[in-house]
């Protein structure tokens, strides 16, 4: 079993969420990389031939050893779509091997390369043929008889770019000149594959993209004095731009992390300094950040963990500080939003790995997200770098009997600062003087005196409130009760639809019973203009008048799929609605559309002709704009 082990980091760095994971039960040469499995675990292959697999828990266990059948090294491990692992194998003075292996560490070996061919990128795209790189391809190989026959590589060229197809037959696609090696590769958004070379014939390297077939165009050729040199760790964000690490040169020599679109025009560049010139890679994150790591440099010279936020602004994370513990590499990102990477210099005079939860400050959530104003609701502050001693505040109100979890969770007990019916902003501040801190604004929502947690209508009330599409009425109440009048559905509906810093065009005078100006005057002339409805006759509005749940199911469902929308011919399916009648088919689709379930499962009524009171309009426009 592994243990994780928590590293004294010095006064001033940032707060100690750095772990090691030590505890391997077999000695071995190096790590090759680390693999996140669709289960939730690490798997890591070894130089030794071993398999590792890490829970999230920092339990570790060798699922598969190699060695004991034909020592030699694993050089490449990735899941396929079917959700085995696959990779290359080689063992020593033999042909190198490619094989499939279950989560439990079950082996099949499934082909063997040519002499001489081994590969150090393996990825399987999404037509089911894997495709690889070989860092040189063979031009000669010698054989030596029985008893002990083994064929090796003499004499190397380039490197190649290979497909393997499902029944195994090997193309190579490309091969490339003298000295020149693809570092990484990967199947873009368009399907076509883009990778970054090395060198290109004395060149600074390039990154390029390649069809299926193999034909090949250069993207963007690199300049040592501009762009950096030796392209690295590709990776492409959904917006199709490709990121990745030079080694070196550039504009301060160090290297640079660039973002590239795919005409080969570099966006954004940061550079590292001179002190950084070493290997670096990056990572794409979910939350839209770039996660990337630096061998050696940093403040120490030992290696850094850095980020790059979508504004192109760079800021160190973690830097090393203790030889024992120093050059980083390999960096992974888990679900939580842990970082894992591997360790050439660890304590134990062996490769190692790391793991490093996020030292950002940040509030996601707080869940439940409202509660009684008059008493104290049970809570979870979701986000990241808690420390101990951190003290939590609702509108500078303290919260009492909170703790701090883990780096990711806070418990406590809120009482909203504010009144009822109101927004309160939530605030993190961990220890110091004066200590860092972070706000969610709004983050807790203090309920309506009148809709408790318990009423159908909460959530819905809640979520309208939060979206700005009604403040409430008055005194802390929302009015749960009271019917919804035509001229408040206007408001309603169209900051439903246009959000809530919408503002309508001013009024011409359109309605003879409603004055220009007046409070609602701009909103219902909107309201027309849109075409949900043209009054109630007689160039009357009826502001004032309850809308009933038939004329409601017309004006969301023109809302929703434009003034022009006619809805199928209705069936007869509730008992209050006559089939075929003025409302009927619109009341019928309303249903269809999961917006409402009428007023009466058994049997099943909708109730036309009663007004809409203002807690079912919430559930409604809810469900109508499907607001989260």
């Not at 290696?303 to 030889?323: H, K, M, P, Q, Y």
């Not at 009684?372 to 509108?395: E, R």
């Not at 500078?396 to 007990?413: E, F, K, Q, R, T």
């Not at 009330?461 to 001229?487: H, M, N, Q, S």
Request: charged residues 10%; hydrophobic residues 35%; negative net charge.
């Amino acid at each position: 079993m592994a243990t994780a082990l928590a590293i004294a980091v010095p006064s001033g760095a940032q707060p100690s969420q750095f772990q090691l994971v030590d505890g391997f039960s077999t000695v071995f040469d190096g790590f090759r990389n680390i693999l996140v499995g669709s289960d939730g675990n690490l798997y890591l292959p070894t130089v030794e031939g071993s398999v590792f697999r890490i829970s999230p828990s920092c339990a570790a266990e060798n699922i598969h050893d190699f060695h004991w059948q034909n020592p030699g090294s694993i050089d490449t491990l990735l899941q396929g779509l079917d959700g085995n692992l696959y990779g290359t194998m080689t063992p020593y003075l033999e042909p190198t091997n490619f094989f499939r292996m279950d989560l439990a560490g079950n082996v099949q070996l499934l082909y063997q390369y040519p002499s001489g061919v081994s590969t150090t990128d393996l990825i399987q795209a999404s037509d089911g043929n894997f495709y690889g790189v070989t860092p040189t391809h063979c031009t000669q190989v010698t054989c030596t008889p029985p008893p002990f026959p083994h064929c090796h590589c003499t004499q190397s060229g380039g490197g190649t770019i290979y497909r393997l197809d499902a029944q195994y037959n090997l193309t190579t696609l490309i091969t490339l000149g003298p000295e020149t090696a693809v570092t990484n590769l990967l199947q873009g958004l368009d399907d076509n594959f883009y990778g970054a070379l090395n060198s290109t014939g004395g060149g600074f390297g390039e990154i390029f993209r390649m069809d299926a077939s193999g034909n090949y165009t250069t993207v963007h050729a690199f300049d040592c004095d501009t762009d950096g040199n030796v392209p690295d760790s590709l990776v492409q964000s959904s917006d199709g731009n490709l990121h990745g690490t030079t080694l070196a040169c550039g504009p301060t020599e160090g290297g640079t992390v660039f973002s590239m679109d795919l005409a080969g025009n570099i966006t954004t560049q940061r550079p590292f300094g001179p002190a950084f010139v070493g290997n670096k890679g990056v990572l794409q994150s979910a939350d839209g950040n770039l996660y990337g790591w630096t061998t050696n440099g940093g403040a120490n010279g030992l290696g850094e963990i850095f980020r790059v936020d979508a504004s192109g602004n760079l800021s160190t994370l973690f830097d090393f500080f203790d030889a024992n513990v120093a050059y980083p590499g390999g960096l992974v990102q888990t679900a939580d939003g842990d970082l894992w990477g591997l360790l050439s210099s660890n304590f134990f005079g062996q490769d190692a790995v790391f793991r490093l939860t996020s030292t950002t400050l940040a509030i996601n959530s707080i869940v439940p997200s409202s509660g009684p104003y008059a008493d104290f609701t049970s809570v979870y502050i979701l986000g990241g770098g808690f420390v101990p001693g951190a003290s939590v505040t609702t509108d500078g109100a303290p919260v009492p009997l909170g703790a701090v979890l883990d780096p990711n969770i806070i418990s406590g007990n809120f009482r909203p600062a504010l009144g009822p019916g109101t927004l309160n902003d939530v605030t993190i501040t961990n220890p110091g003087s004066p200590g860092p801190s972070v706000t969610l604004t709004g983050g807790f929502f203090a309920d309506f005196l009148d809709v408790p947690q318990s009423d159908v209508f909460h959530d819905a009330v809640e979520r309208i409130f939060r979206d700005g599409i009604t403040a409430g009425c008055t005194g802390g109440y929302y009015c749960r009760d009271y019917p919804l009048l035509r001229d408040q559905i206007a408001v309603f509906l169209l900051k439903a639809e246009h959000g809530p810093t919408y503002i309508p065009p001013s009024c011409t005078g359109q309605f003879l019973d409603v004055p220009c100006p007046s409070p609602f005057a701009d909103w219902i002339e909107a309201f027309s203009a849109e075409g949900i409805t043209g009054g109630c006759g007689g160039d009357n509005f009826c502001p004032s008048d309850p809308a009933t749940r038939a004329e409601v199911a017309v004006f969301l469902l023109k809302a929703r799929h434009g003034s022009g929308y006619v809805p199928p011919v209705c069936s007869g399916l509730f008992v209050d609605v006559p089939c075929p009648s003025t409302f009927a088919n619109w009341i019928e689709e309303l249903y269809a559309e999961g917006i409402t379930g009428g007023c009466q499962a058994s049997p099943l009524l909708y109730c036309p002709n009663d007004s809409l009171n203002r807690g079912q309009a919430a559930a409604f426009l809810v469900n109508t704009f499907v607001l989260p």
